[in-house]
Every structure is written in structure tokens, then in C-alpha cells.
């Protein structure tokens, strides 16, 4: 041991010199802003990996968001994300299989003929390189949803879901004071706005909400709950009014909250009328302007539906011409994509040509016959959702975390049907949505055939509202 110790300090003070000389002969490369950045972005991932359960997830969701947001150093991020999300696999793989018993199941295993038949839809597509890229971004997403994600949540459940609804109280609080104080629309389009309130934030908080303890943190979360409804209906977006409707109604019908149903709607029913007495002309041209942009989206002429026909009729077109395998994944060769650059990782395919339907968009890219193993992933996440609801039915108990993993599952699914997100691997809603749809999978099991401390049962009074969650039995 001692002989080796002269050894060791040789090799470090070797290493050093070895650093300092190509520091020194590269000093012109510390002066370009992207190479700085490059090193920056690389110190952050190994900060993070130290620590992977703790830290990572928390990197991956800013870093997409980021890339995602009208917001300074966006562009960084477009390429940076693919960086992060390949670490994030490779290293949460690799730590799963060493320390971890719990073995892969159905849902991965579902998963895994979608990747095959993303590759198999690549290579038969006319944009064959950029698909492939796809498809391995959808290999790399699934494989950290199997393992890097259970790291991060199973175990130390408290932890996680406290601080996604610290976050997600931070994140409400930042939009508001952006779209409201200063007038800038960092998350985009309205669209985009809706769908990170609705699917994201709005039902993870309902949950928190529920089930917080003490008078000042039910406050504070019933203020950020209240924010991010009000900027869904600011959003003006359909779907994630829907979703967002859909998301409080299933939620208190099988948690018996008939009460809280009740003085939602009260409420709800109190503005219009305050609204009505106090300017009877404002009320009517919002119900104009609401009828106008949540019903037809500026297309009465065309119907309810008259902004999504035209993108149904190209993409059930396009699916009639490629039946089996489709045009390749991620990729729609109709004309209508521009944006495709085959010299780089990201493409402007989703954004430049709108599906209008995240199933008819998988459909289109990989087929009737390859869309057979993403239908059965989908039909296994909706199959879990049911479980937890019939769950909660059942139990009346609000305090398992399943619950707002179910939620943002069902939340995700519904506004799927209007926007083409689900499959987009560089869309941050995509990430957010299929990591809870992966755990959903591990808690739902625990959910159904394992009590938990402090259930209600039916015949019992109602849950208050101020029981917190707990670990879910394994």
C-alpha cells in the first residue's frame, strides 16, 4: 500500500501537467461562447449524475422545457437536451440492472416492440437517416422511463412528489408573472400554454391540494391551483380545457368529493353572474369570444371541428399511401415539411406540418401494422388508469401516490387527441407524460392488491382533505 502512494502522486501530478499543457494549447478555444457552453453543459450533467436519483430528473425536465420555451439560451438546448437524455438512459440502465431486484414487466416489454417498429418504419422511409434519429430518441426516452425514472421516484416517493409540487408551484407562479406582469408568452403559442397548465402542473397540484396538511400550505396550494386554472381558461385552448374538466370531475366523482364538485361549479356560476351584473356587455362578448375560440378556432363557417378536418383529411391521405409501415417515424414526406434538416439531431417536422391528432400522427408515421404495439402501450396506460380510479372508487382514499401519476395520464391522453405531442420525443410533454405512465405501471400493482395505511372505505366518512400521501405498500 505505502509503495503505491509515490505512484498515485506521480500520476496526479503527471495528470495536471498534461491538463495545463492543452488548456494552454487551446486557449483559443475558450473564447467561442458555444465551446464554453459546451463545457459548462458537460460539468452540469456530471454534477448531476453524482447524485442520479436526486438531481437528474430534476436536469432533464428544464433542459427540454428549456428547448421548448421562448426564452434566452433556447437554442442551446435544442441539440444540448439529446445530450442529456443519453446520459440520463445510459446511466440509469446501467445503475437499474446493478442495484435494483425489481425486474422489467409487460409495459417495458410493450415498449420495446414500439422501438422496433419505429427502426422497422425508418427504414423504409424516403428520410431514412432523419427517422432513424427519431426512432433512437424514442429508444433512448423508453429506456431511462425503465430505469433512470424508477431510480429517481421508487423508494423515496415522499421526497419526489414534495418537490414536484414545490416545482410545480414555482412553475405557476414564473408563468403567471410572465404572461401578467411583464406580457411575455414564454411558453409560446397558446396552445403550448394550455397543455403545460392542463397536463403538467393542473393535476398534480389538485392532488397536493387535497392532501396537504396545515392552513398555510393549503393556502399557498390553492392559490397556485387557482393561477394555473385561470391560465388554462387565459390559454383559450380547447383541449386543455377538456382535459383539465375531465381531469376534476373523474377525480372528485371517485373520491366521493361531491361537495368540492359542487362548490366548483358554484363558483364558477358566481363570476359569470357577478361578471353579468356588474358589465352585462363584457359577459357577452366573452361568451362570444370564448363560443368563437374554444368551439370553432376561427372556422364556424366549417364546424366545431372545421381546424382540425384539414390535417385529418392529409394525414388519413397519407396513410392510405403507406398502409403497413408509413412514411417513417417522425417524418411526414408530403410536401409539407421544410423544415427537415438532415445535417443535425432536431427537425421542424412536428411544428411545420400539424397532424391534429396525436394517434392519426403515429399512424401516419409507422403504419397500421407497426401502430399495433404503440395502440397496446397506450391501451395498458389507460388499462392502469382505470385500476387506480376504480381504486379510489372504491376506497375513498386520496393518500396513495398513484393518484397524480393517473391524473396526468389520463390528462395526457385526452389532450392527445387534439395536439400531436405524445410521440414527439424532443416535446418536454412527451417526456413529462410517458415518465409517468412508466411509474404508474410500478405503483399501480401496490395501488390495487396492497392496502394502504389509512384507507376509508365507502361506508365510511369522507377522507379529509388534510390526510398527506404515503408509500404505497410493496
Known amino acids: 500500500m505505502h509503495s503505491l502512494k509515490p505512484l498515485q502522486w506521480a500520476a496526479i501530478v503527471l495528470g495536471s501537467i498534461l491538463a495545463l499543457y492543452f488548456i494552454y494549447s487551446h486557449l483559443q478555444y475558450f473564447g467561442n461562447v458555444s465551446y464554453l457552453g459546451g463545457i459548462l453543459m458537460l460539468e ?12 437528474f430528473f430534476v436536469l432533464l425536465i428544464i433542459t427540454f422545457a428549456w428547448a421548448g420555451m421562448n426564452i434566452p439560451g433556447q437554442g442551446a438546448w435544442t441539440t444540448g437536451r439529446w445530450l442529456v437524455l443519453s446520459a440520463g438512459a445510459v446511466v440509469g440502465y446501467i445503475v437499474w440492472t446493478k442495484t435494483s431486484p425489481r425486474p422489467f414487466g409487460s409495459l417495458h416489454l410493450i415498449a420495446f416492440f414500439c422501438i422496433c417498429a419505429a427502426f422497422v418504419s425508418a427504414t423504409v422511409s424516403v428520410y431514412m437517416r432523419m427517422a432513424s434519429f427519431k426512432a433512437f430518441s424514442l429508444f433512448l426516452l423508453f429506456l431511462y422511463c425503465s430505469s433512470g425514472a424508477r431510480l429517481a ?9 414534495d418537490g414536484l409540487l414545490l416545482g410545480g408551484e414555482i412553475a405557476v407562479y414564473i408563468t403567471a408573472i410572465c404572461y401578467f406582469g411583464l406580457g411575455q408568452s414564454i411558453w409560446g403559442n397558446p396552445n403550448s400554454l394550455g397543455a403545460a397548465m392542463s397536463i403538467g402542473l393542473f393535476p398534480v397540484l389538485l392532488w397536493g391540494w387535497l392532501t396537504c396538511e396545515g392552513p398555510t400550505l393549503k393556502f399557498r396550494r390553492l392559490v397556485a ?5 385561470y391560465l388554462i381558461h387565459f390559454s383559450m385552448a380547447r383541449a386543455a380545457m377538456v382535459s383539465g374538466a375531465l381531469v376534476t370531475l373523474i377525480f372528485c366523482f371517485c373520491l366521493h368529493q361531491y361537495k368540492l364538485l359542487v362548490r366548483v361549479v358554484a363558483l364558477v356560476l358566481l363570476l359569470i353572474a357577478v361578471t353579468g351584473m356588474l358589465s352585462p356587455g363584457t359577459l357577452d362578448k366573452q361568451i362570444g369570444d370564448l363560443s368563437d375560440a374554444v368551439l ?4 364556424k363557417q ?10 385529418w383529411e392529409k394525414s388519413v391521405a397519407t396513410i392510405k399511401e403507406h398502409p403497413l409501415f408509413g412514411t417513417g417515424y417522425g417524418t411526414s414526406p408530403t410536401g409539407e415539411d421544410p423544415g427537415l434538416d438532415f445535417g443535425t439531431v432536431a427537425s421542424t417536422s412536428e411544428a411545420a406540418r400539424e397532424h391534429g391528432s396525436s394517434y392519426i400522427t403515429i399512424a401516419e408515421w409507422v403504419g397500421l401494422l407497426g ?16 385500476r387506480v380510479c376504480t381504486w379510489m372508487r372504491r376506497t375513498a382514499n386520496p393518500r396513495h401516490y398513484s393518484i397524480p401519476l393517473a391524473m396526468v395520464a389520463l390528462s395526457g391522453l385526452v389532450h392527445a387527441s387534439f395536439e400531436d405531442w405524445l410521440f414527439a420525443v424532443g416535446s418536454y410533454l412527451c417526456v413529462f407524460f410517458w415518465f409517468f405512465a412508466f411509474l404508474l405501471a410500478d405503483l399501480v400493482p401496490a395501488a390495487v392488491e396492497a392496502p394502504v395505511a389509512g384507507v376509508v372505505s365507502r361506508a365510511s366518512r369522507p377522507v379529509r382533505a388534510g390526510f398527506g400521501a404515503v408509500v404505497p405498500n410493496r
Open 371 to 386: 401502430a399495433l404495439p404503440f395502440v397496446a402501450i397506450l391501451a395498458v396506460t389507460a388499462a392502469n388508469v382505470w
Open 153 to 161: 421516484v421508487l423508494g423515496r416517493e415522499k421526497r419526489f412528489f
Open 44 to 55: 452540469v450533467i456530471i454534477i448531476t449524475l453524482w447524485k442520479y436519483d436526486q438531481r
Open 225 to 229: 391551483l387557482l393561477l394555473c386554472t
Open 302 to 311: 366549417e364546424g366545431m371541428l372545421g381546424s382540425r378536418r384539414t390535417p
Open 296 to 299: 370553432y378556432k376561427g372556422h
